[in-house]
């Protein structure tokens, strides 16, 4: 029996409890949010919410349509002018409280967030805590939409900038960060001076219909921020809809890049401003000269959060031949100590997959590349004991470019290890992706580092270490993981417009 299989309890136990805590949670909301109300879907359907890790039923949402996406996008219309008028600091002080409340909250959130997403606790705080700081960012950032005065090209002339709101924004959000995905998009918006129509995962309505909530508590106006739910068939017609609307101004969209490509299609019709999160396939480089041991550390912070279902995984590990065997001998007792188990069990590390269809999926991956000569040192194997939705924390060696796991973005707990010999391979390697997201880099060498993270085609490098999400930065990619950047000052950028004053006659 394996380390992980022995490790592992059965997370289906936790079934009844995690359904009694879903029907006793203090944030629970099993209605849409449409215009400052809590409505059923004109439809009358609904969407269960199942905890991943039992597989029990613990909730359900309405299975809103396009009548809910006009009447919301029509309440945000409404609510954008009053709130754009309003004073910058006005709009900082809304979304400070709004941030107190979330801090006030942090634990029932995580709870939340643990219930629907699978992942443990520990994680499912930090998570909370990840995405408040971007409302307290924003808090912040909202008295800092300047404008410029520019030098000016004609006697009696003045040429400034005004920077405004783009107006109605839709915002479409993955499951893996239920709730920071959520507040890296809805606080700049409503810093900027816009209002939301929200779409959430349909694995996760949950824990945005709990943020929206305590928006609402906070005293943000009706219609600000919508909550439309829906199912994996209704998502079309929900964002066809938003897509399709003229009172929309801007879509921003987290999730795949398939997905993303099609909604960019689709927004073509009334050429709205977009931003995209999609998908990564990160390459975590280890040079001849990196501290192994903080490069096994970068591994595992990077590739085993949120069991690998982050667009910032390390999805492919390259590591010098010669240095190969020292990384894998550090890493393979770490790999096969994570606890796979249910994210209510205070010892699991490691939470299920989000759907059967994505644990069966991984284990497609690895089955075919070990066929084709990748060796598992770590995992390598389902936990059908834990549960049907789990697969084992694995690490792979012998990995090449040709194999399935390095075919693209793997969204699993699988660390395949492959080597390069010299430096432009290791570049080479890295680069050959139509994804950009991110990239770790771990060297002692201050020359390699610049030089690495120059050549890197990615939007974010990090240079030994395994973390680089944070409100202070902008997070984003370039190729296909996607358009724009979310955090940091260049986060307000992306709701706002540049508008151009000629002023004559002086
Ligand atoms: P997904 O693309 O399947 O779904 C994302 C969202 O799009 C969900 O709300 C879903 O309901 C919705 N959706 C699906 N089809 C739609 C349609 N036809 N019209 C409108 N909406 C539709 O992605 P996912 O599985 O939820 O999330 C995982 C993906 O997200 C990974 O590729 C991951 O890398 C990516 N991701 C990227 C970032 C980033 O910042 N770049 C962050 C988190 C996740």
Known sequence: MSAA??????????????????????????????GGAWVEAAGGG???????????????VPRCGAAEVSAAVGAAEEATRGWRARLPRERARALRRWFDLL???????????TLEGGKPLAEARAEVDYGASFVEWYAEEARRAYGEVIPTYGHGRRVLTLREPVGVVAAITPWNFPLAMVTRKVAPALAAGCAVVLKPAEATPL??????????????????????????????????ALCDDERVRKLTFTGSTAVGKRLMA?????????????????PLIVFEDADLELAARG??????????????????????ADRRDELAALLAPQVRALRPGHGLDPAATQGPLISRAAAARVGDLVARSVALGATPLAGGEALPGVGPRFYAPTLLTGATPALPICGGEVFGPVAPLMTFRDDDEALRLANATRAGLAAYVFTTSER????????????????NDGGLSTEVAPFGGVKESGLGREGGRQGLEEFLEVKYMMVGGL
């Open 5 to 34: 299989r022995e490790a592992a309890g059965a997370a289906g136990a936790w079934g009844a409890e995690a359904a009694r805590r879903a029907r006793a949670h203090p944030l629970l909301r099993e209605r849409a949010l449409v």
């Open 448 to 463: 390699r580092a610049w030089r690495a993270a120059e050549a890197l085609e990615v939007g974010m490098v990090a240079l």
């Open 46 to 60: 609904r969407v269960e919410v199942v905890d991943p890790g039992s597989e029990e039923v613990i909730a359900s």
């Open 299 to 320: 591994v595992m912070a990077s590739k085993f959060r949120n069991s690998g279902q982050t667009c910032v995984c390390a999805n492919r590990l390259l590591v010098h």
């Open 266 to 282: 689709r927004c073509a019709g009334t050429v709205k401003r977009l931003s995209l999160e999609l998908g990564g396939d990160a």
């Open 207 to 240: 824990t945005a219909l709990a943020l929206a909530a305590l928006a609402l508590e906070a005293g943000l106006p009706p219609g600000l921020l919508s909550v439309v739910t829906t199912d994996r068939a209704g998502a079309d017609e929900v964002g066809g």
């Open 103 to 113: 801090a006030a909250h942090r634990e029932p959130l995580a709870e939340l967030v």
